[in-house]
């Protein structure tokens, strides 16, 4: 979206658009996808992550700085995933906050009129049912093994204990299977495909 370009974000439709680009280019023989991304939303995500894997040529993810979460559902799905030694590398996991608003101390209570007991579940001051706080936390865990799932089809390695939401640096990353090799920099990844 225009808001997640502005914030520094990238758009994921805008992502696989440029993948096709690449796929469909006689001259590029790799694809070199450089990430730098703490995550975000999962909406699309997963579709890019599917766009990267079935691409038809050889990809490479790097980083020399951040690839967690959502960038790493990503990048996991590249043939290879080079990362430097002090990179920051994972985060395998699905979050929702979910805020609690103590009315008698603010002063104020809101109240959602709604259709549906699950629809607005989580609203910003409105307390949260059991049923909804069950709902959530299902979709949740669907979210989740769904992402632990694709990180497996192309990084087998990795174990169940490794995707548990924290991060490595590049070096770890590179011992548990996250990353098949680790570089100094994108040059030097570079100079060892053109070799």
Not at 53 to 60: A, D, H, I, Q, S
Not at 119 to 134: L, M, R
Not at 164 to 193: P, V
């Amino acid at each position: 979206s225009n808001y997640d370009k502005a914030t520094g974000g990238a758009d994921v439709d805008e992502f696989r658009a440029e993948l096709a680009k690449m796929a469909a280019r006689p001259d590029v023989e790799t694809v070199v996808i450089h990430v730098n991304s703490p995550g975000g939303t999962v909406v699309g995500v997963r579709e890019a992550a599917d766009a990267v894997y079935n691409l038809g040529k050889p990809t490479v993810t790097f980083t020399d700085d951040l690839m967690a979460s959502a960038g790493y559902f990503i990048g996991s799905q590249a043939d290879r995933v080079v990362v430097t030694p002090s990179s920051a590398i994972g985060s395998i996991g699905v979050y929702q906050v979910l805020y609690e608003v103590d009315t008698t101390r603010d002063g104020y209570k809101v109240e959602a009129l709604k259709s549906g007991d699950l629809k607005g579940a989580g609203i910003y001051g409105v307390p949260i049912t059991p049923e909804q706080k069950a709902y959530l936390q299902a979709n949740i865990e669907e979210m989740g093994a769904d992402f632990r799932s694709t990180v497996l089809r192309k990084r087998s390695l990795v174990s169940m204990d490794d995707m548990r939401g924290q991060d490595f640096t590049g070096r770890t990353a590179a011992a548990k299977g996250l990353a098949t090799g680790l570089a100094n920099g994108l040059d030097e990844l570079i100079a060892e495909l053109n070799a």
